[in-house]
Each structure stands twice: as structure tokens, then as C-alpha cells.
């Protein structure tokens, strides 16, 4: 089983300024297969990312994912109110698909 | 547009099965993976398994042998029943879909609501 560990488990900004956010895999991710997710209270995940760097549908420029093999990381460039979430990797590159414990960027 | 909604019983009694469907609608249950995930209140997310829309499933190794996946494509609907619950089983859960990589997609693209499942006797 790929073990996630997301760091740092929260993280502190002011809105406009950049957010950098890691996740860290037990080993090699196959192919790339890492997606990552923005959970607002109350409300299902979305999709931001796939494929370690491919914005989803309808997901803004600000965010872009870049990483491969263990190390992934998922970059806000300039923060706005709504981008204040728990944010959380999964791989899908084989079974069990596994997520990270998340990390919460809050408004400092 | 593509929408998934959970349904089924929000209290289940431990020892009992806990049994949900999502039905998908805007789009067809054809040529994707769908997923059941839950969520305990307060925190992280599991991955409970798959099944493809042809009925071929994987589960989690960790829930495996109390997880059933079933799909009926004729009402573009898919199941989850979990068997045996105890309160560790409480928690939201989602159906998602997820597109077929080498048709260029990959992740977790449509979530459902979510419905939250409590069990208590």
C-alpha cells in the first residue's frame, strides 16, 4: 500500500500571497497517477489536479501540480478567499488507492 | 452535466448491513470506474473499492471481506453494501466517478453529495 503524508499539516497565509503544499509517497507513484482535491466544510471534494500537473475542468490557472516518482507538490500562486480549504493527494496508480491525511491552509 | 446522488438508510444497527445506491444522471454509466469513498466526521478520506461499469470490481484490502460493489446499468445506478458495521463504520459517504486513464482522464472527477451513514443501535 503508498503511504501520503502531506506536509505541513496546516498551513497559515494571508490571501495573495502563494501556497506551497507537499506530499510525500512511501514509494514510486506509477505513471504519475496522483490527483489532488479541495475539500471546503460541509462539501464533497473536488478535483483540482490529475496526472501529478493536469488542472481539471474548470479549475483556475493559479493552481498547477508538478512532482514524480515519490515526491509531489501542488502550488497556489496567488491565494484568494475561496482557495482556504483542506486540501488532500491520492494516488490511483494501484490498489487500494490511497489519500493523504490533508492539509488545512487557513487565513492567517 | 454529470450529477450523482447517494441514497439509502442514515442509521444502520451495529452487526447489520449497511446498504447504499447512487444513481447517476447526464451521463452514462458506460465506459467509467465508480467508486464508493467515506469519510468519518472530522476526518480523512478512504477509498472502499471500485467497479467497472462491465461489473469487474477491486476493493479495499482493509474492508474486502465485507464489501460488496454491485452495478446495474439498466437503471445507471451502482451499490454498496458493507456487512457486519460497527460504529467505526459511521461516517459520509461518496460516490464518484472516475474516467478511464488511457482515455486521458484520471482521478476522482464527479462526487456525489455525500450521505452520511451513522451506526447506532
Known amino acids: 500500500e503508498v503511504v501520503l503524508t502531506q506536509s505541513p499539516g496546516t498551513l497559515s497565509l494571508s490571501p495573495g500571497e502563494g501556497a506551497t503544499l507537499s506530499c510525500r509517497a512511501s514509494?514510486?507513484?506509477?505513471?504519475?497517477?496522483l490527483a489532488w482535491y479541495q475539500q471546503k466544510p460541509g462539501q464533497a471534494p473536488r478535483l483540482l489536479i490529475y496526472?501529478?500537473?493536469n488542472r481539471a475542468t474548470g479549475i483556475p490557472d493559479r493552481f498547477s501540480g508538478s512532482g514524480s516518482g515519490t515526491d509531489f507538490t501542488l502550488t497556489i500562486s496567488r491565494l484568494e478567499p475561496e482557495d482556504f480549504a483542506v486540501y488532500y493527494c491520492?494516488?490511483?496508480?494501484?490498489?487500494?488507492?490511497?489519500f493523504g491525511q490533508g492539509t488545512r491552509l487557513e487565513i492567517k | 452535466q454529470v450529477q450523482l446522488q447517494e441514497s439509502g438508510p442514515g442509521l444502520v444497527k451495529p452487526s447489520e448491513t449497511l446498504s447504499l445506491t447512487c444513481t447517476v444522471s447526464?451521463?452514462?454509466?458506460?465506459?467509467?470506474?465508480w467508486s464508493w469513498i467515506r469519510q468519518p466526521p472530522g476526518k480523512g478520506l478512504e477509498w472502499i473499492g471500485y467497479?467497472?461499469?462491465?461489473?469487474?470490481?477491486i476493493y479495499n484490502p482493509s474492508l474486502k471481506s465485507r464489501v460488496t460493489i454491485s452495478v446495474d446499468t439498466s437503471k445507471n445506478q451502482f451499490s454498496l453494501k458493507l456487512s457486519s458495521v460497527t460504529a467505526a463504520d459511521t461516517a459520509m459517504y461518496y460516490c464518484?466517478?472516475?474516467?478511464?486513464?488511457?482515455?486521458?482522464?484520471?482521478?476522482?472527477?464527479?462526487w456525489g453529495q455525500g450521505t452520511l451513514v451513522t451506526v447506532s443501535s
Open positions: 464518484v466517478r472516475e474516467p478511464v486513464v488511457a482515455a486521458g482522464g484520471g482521478g476522482f472527477d464527479y
Open positions: 447526464g451521463g452514462s454509466i458506460s465506459g467509467y470506474y
Open positions: 467497479i467497472y461499469y462491465s461489473g469487474s470490481t
Open positions: 514509494q514510486s507513484v506509477r505513471s504519475s497517477y
Open positions: 496526472g501529478a500537473s
Open positions: 491520492q494516488h490511483y496508480g494501484s490498489s487500494p488507492y490511497t
